[in-house]
């Protein structure tokens, strides 16, 4: 296909949410008789799923400290059981394990979210935690648990699989996908700063409406949009000037290359995504010196996908200049932000930590198969869904991304004329407003 001179909305991103915005905003425009997916362009500078969306450890979770974020994951946990074939979605379920200096914060997740209904046990106490815990896996001996949060709903969704059933189900609605169409710039109108045509390097298409879905990028698309570098930020009743509107973490993933059904629970079924946190220092499997004495945090699941027992630790923040900071290659790719052997020796003593079945595979973690990448993070370190420029819907999902396929399905809504209160909390204008969202105690920004 060439690229049309022009459509009504222009997609930016064929990943989790700019494909989710387009397949439910062409049902919404078909449904009201307004239009059709024919009306909505996607354009990606690689291939769907080529980017964040497509390496994603792709688990789902409520497990928030934040209620608008708890809320928010409800509804896109509702959307990935909506056609779990279709999403490649494994409703397992998820656990949130941790210690005493966390306990308070997961007790208050648990209540929040037993208040909108969504199903969940509460264990509390050192012994009824590792009694619940070695109820699942005979051989759990992890140290420093004195809580554990079991999702009943929730659990992991394969990445590609995922994007291309998503792809699959926009593209049978008339929505068109411009694989290879890089961005270069926008047009902006003589009379107003909305965006009347984007350049790429497959041409020009005018647009009535952008849609910017790009994750890790999105510093990048920000600049052409000549949005602000730097924002104001009230916390806490102080104002905090010039602070950096886009910073980087890095994300460190990884597959340990065992025979996935050996990660099962003593009834023989497939477990919960397990997310680990604990204060007990941790030591190496391999030489036996200190890795940690700080908290530290580990997830992990079998996944087929993978061909292993595959998971992450806590992040890194990138200490450069954003505009500095190479995105591309991305993921496992690039040169310059890539697994190291202190993440395999932390991973792979951190699994051992835990479960007995760990102890001595660090040999066969799989090198060659690293996953995570960077994550471009907003100044709380939580979403911005809002409109920028008149007509440009920005989604930035603060690495929150894959998890929330929920989230198209609202900006669609808006994009109807129907405003979102679940979105409403996400807005730009929270950051000047000193509406930030609280933080928990948790080793991982997002939590």
């Known amino acids: 296909m060439s690229l049309p001179e022009a459509a009504k909305y222009v997609v930016i991103g064929a990943g989790i949410h700019g494909l989710s915005t387009a397949l439910h905003l062409a049902q919404a425009l078909k449904a009201s008789g307004r239009g059709s997916g024919k009306d909505i362009v996607i354009l990606d500078k690689t ?41 490649s979605y494994h409703p397992v379920g998820y656990m949130q394990i941790s210690p005493e200096c966390m306990h308070a914060d997961v007790g208050s997740i648990y209540e929040q979210q037993k208040a909108i209904g969504y199903e969940s046990v509460f264990v509390e106490g050192a012994e009824d935690s590792a009694k619940y815990m070695r109820g699942l896996f005979d051989d759990w001996q992890a140290q420093g648990i004195t809580s554990v949060l079991h999702e009943k709903r929730g659990g992991y969704a394969n990445n590609k699989a995922s994007m291309y059933g998503l792809a699959g189900k926009a593209k049978a609605e008339g929505v068109r996908v411009f694989e290879g169409a890089e961005v270069l710039d926008f047009e902006f109108g003589s009379n107003s700063g909305a965006v009347t045509a984007v350049n790429t390097s497959e041409g020009r298409i005018g647009c009535e409406m952008v849609v910017v879905g790009v994750g890790p990028w999105v510093n990048k698309i920000w600049n052409m949009l000549e949005l602000p570098k730097a924002i104001d930020v009230k916390q806490n009743g102080k104002l905090h000037t010039d602070v950096p509107m886009w910073k980087f973490w890095c994300l460190e993933e990884g597959t340990l290359g065992v025979d996935p059904t050996m ?22 499997e391999g030489d036996g010196r200190l890795i940690t004495d700080k908290i530290w945090g580990i997830y992990y699941k079998p996944d087929f996908s993978f061909g292993g ?8 923040r990138v200490e450069q200049d954003p505009d500095q900071v190479s995105v591309d290659p ?27 079945r760990f102890e001595g595979k660090m040999p066969l973690y799989r090198r060659e198969e690293n996953s995570g990448g960077l994550g471009c993070f907003t100044p709380d370190n939580f979403p911005v869904f809002d409109v920028f420029r008149e007509n440009v819907y920005v989604i930035a999902d603060s690495n929150h991304g894959y998890k929330m396929i929920g989230v198209g399905k609202l900006v669609a809504q808006e994009l ?31 939590s």
């Not at 688990?59 to 999403?87: C, G, I, K, T």
């Not at 990660?263 to 190496?284: A, K």
């Not at 993921?331 to 835990?354: K, N, Q, R, T």
Request: proline share 9%; net charge negative.
């Open 47 to 87: 291939a769907i799923a080529a980017g964040a969306s497509g390496i994603a450890c792709g688990v789902v979770r409520n497990n928030y400290f934040q209620p608008a974020m708890r809320e928010l994951m409800a509804h896109s946990v509702d959307v990935w059981e909506s056609d779990p074939q279709a999403y």
């Open 263 to 284: 990660h099962r629970t003593n009834d023989g079924s497939f477990p919960p995504v397990l997310h680990v946190d604990t204060d007990v220092p941790l030591y190496s």
């Open 309 to 316: 027992v595959q998971g992450g630790a806590s992040p890194y």
């Open 330 to 356: 991305y993921g496992p790719e690039s040169p310059e932000f890539v697994v190291g052997e202190d993440f395999i020796d932390m991973w792979c003593s951190a699994l051992a930590h835990c479960q007995k």
């Open 416 to 446: 109807m004329g129907e405003k979102s209160t679940l979105l409403q909390p996400f807005r730009f204008a929270r950051f000047a407003k000193g509406e930030l969202h609280p933080t928990s105690h948790s080793p991982f920004p997002w």
